[in-house]
């Protein structure tokens, strides 16, 4: 791999270097509910530090409509960063301001300011060229070199991670380097049998991955919301579950090359269907064939794979050697529906080879249900680049940097 790393940056010493992370952590009520997007960007922090320069760290928080919105200020990530440093960390309350420029003036070498939302700026995600050029312009003048680090967001063409990288010396943080490590880890020669488990539930987004993945792996496990598309491609009835019809055709077609290829597209026997789409919903496990049967009738929606399904799913687990997974099976965050991503986890955790999550929803499932990062090889802190560069798409965030 070939990409500007922070060495290329020379002597930071007194050098005032604005960090891209991804602080991009869920909240419930202002309070961060897993961190490890956070806890992900203090290697580079760190070395920063370490190396004397004064740290400007930039971040995007939700999707706030371009205007500071109070629900998506960084506050709470600031706090959270200085907890995790042990130093003061100070919060701008704007982004290019005055409160910007006042605290960054104030900085001394190994000092941290968090800069706020920079969506709180509607050029960061414009879409003119122009108006994308003259924020990084804004963001620029702030400092002396540019780290990007947020893996998060390396596949977005967005001002603080494109523009603002060719607008200073720049070069890739250590969070992308070991992103990029792992993922060169799945791409050139995995070691097989190579099991790739799919759900969550954005469905066409993450449906492309699966004609690029089929040449390449030896078994795909379809649970989550997703499966629903594949069921209605089979001719079965899906009741109120979560479908793409636009989608149903593209299933048929993988399910079709998969057989061509002798990849097997695994999807559950048996699912949890509820009568609605809350936590103490009445439900029953049924035959993935026979939604229909249940006293939900139409209404019903599947939450969850089945225990035979995640049975099934974790003995391909354990028999693998490779194991990427995107995507909780059900939906965890109600306990109810909650049992087949726990067993894809704990299969996960007790397998000997190589294991990654990826995406933000399935790494804060398997920390809520009480795994440790150390449980699996690794956890990839962004699911939309992670799927685009298993896809083999250019990243824009990541040829700013010189990757090659
Ligand atoms: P990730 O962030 O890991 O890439 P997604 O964002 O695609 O995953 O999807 C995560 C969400 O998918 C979770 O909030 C979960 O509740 C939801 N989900 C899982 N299974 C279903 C289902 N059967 N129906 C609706 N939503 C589901
Ligand atoms: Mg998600």
Known sequence: MTLRTLDSLGDLRGKKVLVRCDFNVPLA???????????????????????????????????????????????????????????????????????????????????????????????ETSKDDGERSSFAAQLAALGDAYVSDGFGVVHRKQASVIELAKALPSAAGLLIETELRVLERLTSSP???????????????????????????????????????????QGFA?????????????????????????????????IV?????????????????????????????????????????????????TVFWNGPAGVFEMPAFAHGTRRIASALADMSGFSVVGGGDSAAAVRALGFADSDFGHIATGGGASLEFLEGKTLPGLEVLGWQ
Do not use: W
């Open 29 to 123: 009520d202002s309070v961060i509910t897993d961190d490890g997007r956070i806890r992900a960007s203090l290697p580079t922090i760190s070395r920063l530090r370490e190396s004397g320069a004064k740290v400007i760290v930039l971040s995007h928080l939700g999707r706030p409509e371009g205007a500071p919105d109070e629900r998506f200020s960084l506050a709470p990530a600031a706090r959270r960063l200085g907890e995790l440093l042990d130093a003061k960390v100070v919060l701008a309350t704007d982004t290019v301001g005055p409160s910007a420029h006042e605290s960054v003036s104030q900085m001394s070498d190994g000092d941290v300011v968090v800069l706020e939302n920079v969506r709180f700026n509607s050029e």
């Open 191 to 233: 070691e097989r049998p190579y099991t790739v488990v799919l759900g969550g539930s954005k469905v066409s987004d993450k449906l492309g991955v699966i004609s690029h993945l089929l040449p390449r792996v030896d078994t795909i496990l379809i649970g989550g919301g997703m499966l629903y598309t594949f069921l209605a491609a």
């Open 238 to 270: 899906v009741g109120s579950s979560l479908l793409e019809r636009d989608q149903i055709e593209t299933c048929r077609t993988y399910l079709e090359q998969a057989q061509r290829l002798g990849v097997a597209i695994v999807l559950p026997q048996d």
């Open 273 to 321: 269907v509820a009568s609605g789409f809350s936590a103490d919903a009445e439900h029953v496990v049924v035959a993935a064939d026979s939604m229909e049967s249940t006293p939900f009738g139409a209404a019903g929606i599947g939450l969850d794979i089945g225990p035979a399904a995640a049975e099934i799913f974790a003995q391909h687990i354990a028999a693998s050697k």
